[in-house]
């Protein structure tokens, strides 16, 4: 018999399209097991749909789970993927209205109830029915009516989609946020820009007054810096750095306020005596003295050939600097010390504060010389001295005026028509304000508490940056030819540079040339007696 077997197994091994006895392949066994599901699926279907089609009874076709007994039947599980990819998308439930939906929603079915309703009250039997649905009527109608006011105040919107999700707590922002965020940082966007906040250079200023009425510091056209110390004038050269001094007065004597001529070296510097002096710094030589006030004059201002200076005495006196007889004219606007002295950008209007809280502004004179004797209009809204003041390069109508420890606050005025456009409490003492002549921004130099300088947005009057480095208050500021420096005098003896106001590259070579274009010719260099 052994023998049988053998040849019995070699030939079953030489058989090539017969089956072997080896274990079967894969895919036969996955097509067999599908094909065997699909036949019980199809024989469970038919014997279910045969015997609940006679009996109506309605079951569910949903595939059961595996059950054990004496335990309940398990529940699938909710499949982790969305048909359309991604997962399912949940409206804002909180600003979801479920009664209007669900009212709209049977509004059909409730409206065709109501008519079987009615149409089935002709026996009494059907009273209570009848009540039944006119209650409802009533219900449905009110709904509707509530319905119409959401519609018309919301837009007829029912379901809530675009509100944003709650920002996460600051314990789960992500700190690597800084690093990979595809937005564009604030320093770059429009209208924001880098301001640095510490000053560039320091100088010391030893025995500078510190005295709120004066005004003891300028920057020239070309590039000098005049400074009062104590009853010495220096020049300080800010391009070489050299430093002269000019002049040095009699003991008991002192410059109260310096001002230079728009173009030119001429330098104007009212006394403590109540003169103004005229020096010629290319050649450190005193060109004139011109006479007119009983007390120290504390302001200057030029307009081409005509120097105007505020005093003590209150009043205002008008000096040509061509005339043998200088004084053209003397205004009496105030009742104490004249502190802030300010030619509009366009020569019309002369506005000067006092320390009687006054803001006044004095119009041209007819003959183009001078201003009117009565001023155009009267301020009077400043609870404290106004000595800071500044006109809008851009708008030449606008004056801005800031007041003292009592007031702390920055005004804007209309001189069109004499209104009070805008007023920002400071916080502080205001000692001096400039607009910026590359930006469309205001610089103001403040006392008490924080003795910083802030920069604000005009015209909003949003904060940009706080310039801190002085120890006590800063008393005086003045702005550098080309408008990117600001150089600021405070009462802690030092004079401190601050590079806020940098043009913009691209557009430096436009600015240059438009500055460059709307300069003036003095009219008086040679004509000085």
Same mark, same amino acid.
């Given at each position: 018999?052994?023998?049988?077997?053998?040849?019995?197994?070699?030939?079953?091994?030489?058989?090539?399209?017969?089956?072997?006895?080896?274990?079967a392949?894969?895919?036969?066994?996955?097509?067999?097991?599908?094909?065997?599901?699909?036949?019980?699926?199809?024989?469970?279907?038919?014997?279910?749909?045969?015997?609940?089609?006679?009996?109506g009874?309605?079951?569910?076709?949903?595939?059961?789970?595996?059950?054990?007994?004496?335990?309940?039947k398990?529940?699938?599980?909710?499949?982790?993927?969305t048909?359309?990819?991604?997962?399912?998308?949940?409206?804002?439930?909180?600003?979801?209205?479920?009664?209007?939906?669900?009212?709209?929603?049977?509004?059909?079915s409730?409206?065709?109830?109501?008519?079987?309703?009615?149409?089935?009250?002709?026996?009494?039997?059907?009273?209570?029915?009848?009540?039944?649905?006119?209650?409802?009527?009533?219900?449905?109608?009110?709904?509707?009516?509530?319905?119409?006011?959401?519609?018309?105040?919301?837009?007829?919107r029912?379901?809530?989609?675009?509100?944003?999700?709650?920002?996460?707590?600051?314990?789960?922002?992500?700190p690597?946020?800084?690093?990979?965020?595809?937005?564009?940082?604030?320093?770059t966007?429009?209208?924001?820009?880098?301001?640095?906040?510490?000053?560039?250079?320091?100088?010391?200023?030893?025995?500078?007054?510190?005295?709120?009425?004066?005004?003891?510091?300028?920057?020239?056209g070309?590039?000098?810096?005049a400074v009062a110390?104590?009853?010495?004038?220096?020049?300080?050269?800010?391009?070489?750095?050299?430093?002269?001094?000019?002049?040095?007065?009699?003991?008991?004597?002192?410059?109260?306020?310096?001002?230079?001529?728009?173009?030119?070296?001429?330098?104007?510097?009212?006394?403590?005596?109540?003169?103004?002096?005229l020096?010629?710094?290319?050649?450190?030589?005193?060109?004139?003295?011109?006479?007119?006030?009983?007390?120290?004059v504390?302001?200057?201002?030029?307009?081409?050939?005509?120097?105007?200076?505020?005093?003590?005495?209150?009043?205002?006196?008008?000096?040509?600097?061509?005339?043998?007889?200088?004084?053209?004219?003397?205004?009496?606007?105030?009742?104490?010390?004249?502190?802030?002295?300010?030619?509009?950008?366009?020569f019309?209007?002369?506005?000067?504060?006092?320390?009687?809280?006054?803001?006044?502004?004095?119009?041209?004179?007819g003959?183009?010389?001078?201003?009117?004797?009565?001023?155009?209009?009267?301020?009077?809204?400043?609870? *404290?001295?106004?000595?800071?003041?500044? !006109?809008?390069?851009?708008? +030449?109508?606008? /004056? #801005?005026?800031?007041?003292? @420890? $009592?007031?702390?606050?920055?005004?804007f005025?209309?001189?069109?028509?004499?209104?009070?456009?805008?007023?920002?409490d400071?916080?502080?003492?205001?000692?001096?304000?400039?607009?910026?002549?590359?930006?469309?921004?205001?610089?103001?130099?403040?006392?008490?508490?924080?003795?910083?300088l802030?920069?604000?947005k005009?015209?909003?009057?949003?904060?940009q940056?706080?310039?801190?480095?002085?120890?006590?208050?800063?008393?005086?500021?003045?702005?550098s030819?080309?408008?990117s420096?600001?150089?600021?005098?405070? *009462?802690?003896?030092?004079?401190?540079? !601050?590079?806020?106001?940098? +043009?913009?590259? /691209? #557009?430096?070579?436009?600015? @240059? $040339?438009?500055?460059?274009?709307?300069a003036?010719?003095?009219?008086?260099?040679?004509?000085?007696?």
């Amino acid at each position: 018999m052994s023998q049988f077997n053998f040849v019995s197994d070699l030939q079953n091994a030489l058989i090539m399209d017969g089956e072997t006895r080896g274990p079967a392949p894969r895919w036969k066994k996955k097509l067999e097991a599908s094909l065997n599901g699909s036949a019980n699926t199809t024989r469970s279907v038919l014997s279910v749909s045969y015997n609940t089609s006679f009996s109506g009874v309605q079951v569910s076709t949903k595939t059961p789970g595996k059950t054990s007994e004496g335990k309940a039947k398990k529940s699938q599980a909710t499949p982790t993927k969305t048909p359309g990819g991604g997962d399912r998308f949940i409206p804002n439930r909180a600003a979801t209205n479920f009664e209007l939906a669900h009212f709209l929603v049977n509004k059909d079915s409730g409206e065709k109830s109501d008519e079987e309703n009615e149409k089935a009250t002709t026996s009494n039997s059907n009273e209570s029915n009848v009540q039944a649905s006119a209650h409802k009527v009533e219900r449905q109608k009110l709904i509707s009516d509530v319905a119409q006011v959401n519609n018309d105040n919301n837009g007829g919107r029912i379901l809530c989609y675009q509100n944003k999700a709650p920002a996460a707590p600051e314990s789960h922002t992500n700190p690597l946020k800084v690093v990979y965020s595809i937005k564009t940082p604030i320093s770059t966007k429009s209208g924001s820009r880098y301001i640095p906040t510490t000053s560039e250079r320091i100088l010391d200023a030893p025995d500078f007054i510190n005295d709120y009425y004066l005004n003891l510091m300028d920057w020239s056209g070309d590039n000098i810096v005049a400074v009062a110390l104590g009853s010495c004038v220096y020049l300080w050269n800010a391009a070489s750095g050299n430093i002269e001094q000019l002049t040095e007065f009699e003991e008991g004597d002192y410059a109260g306020s310096l001002s230079w001529i728009p173009e030119g070296q001429i330098l104007a510097i009212g006394n403590s005596t109540g003169a103004v002096e005229l020096w010629d710094c290319s050649k450190v030589k005193r060109l004139r003295v011109m006479d007119g006030h009983s007390a120290r004059v504390g302001s200057l201002a030029w307009n081409s050939f005509l120097v105007s200076s505020g005093s003590r005495d209150g009043t205002i006196v008008h000096h040509d600097v061509r005339a043998r007889e200088h004084k053209l004219s003397s205004l009496a606007g105030h009742t104490q010390e004249v502190c802030g002295l300010k030619w509009s950008t366009d020569f019309k209007y002369l506005a000067s504060g006092g320390n009687d809280n006054l803001v006044n502004v004095w119009s041209l004179a007819g003959s183009g010389v001078g201003t009117a004797t009565d001023p155009l209009h009267k301020f009077n809204e400043h609870q *404290a001295a106004v000595r800071a003041l500044a !006109w809008c390069p851009w708008q +030449p109508n606008t /004056l #801005a005026s800031g007041g003292g @420890t $009592a007031d702390r606050c920055i005004k804007f005025w209309n001189v069109n028509n004499g209104s009070l456009t805008k007023s920002v409490d400071s916080k502080s003492q205001v000692c001096s304000l400039l607009f910026s002549r590359h930006y469309k921004e205001l610089i103001s130099a403040h006392g008490f508490a924080n003795n910083q300088l802030t920069i604000w947005k005009y015209p909003t009057m949003v904060k940009q940056a706080d310039l801190t480095g002085h120890t006590s208050r800063v008393l005086q500021m003045a702005m550098s030819p080309d408008g990117s420096t600001v150089i600021s005098a405070g *009462a802690d003896e030092t004079l401190r540079l !601050w590079n806020c106001f940098a +043009p913009d590259p /691209l #557009a430096a070579k436009k600015a @240059t $040339a438009s500055v460059n274009s709307k300069a003036k010719q003095s009219v008086f260099r040679q004509s000085i007696r």
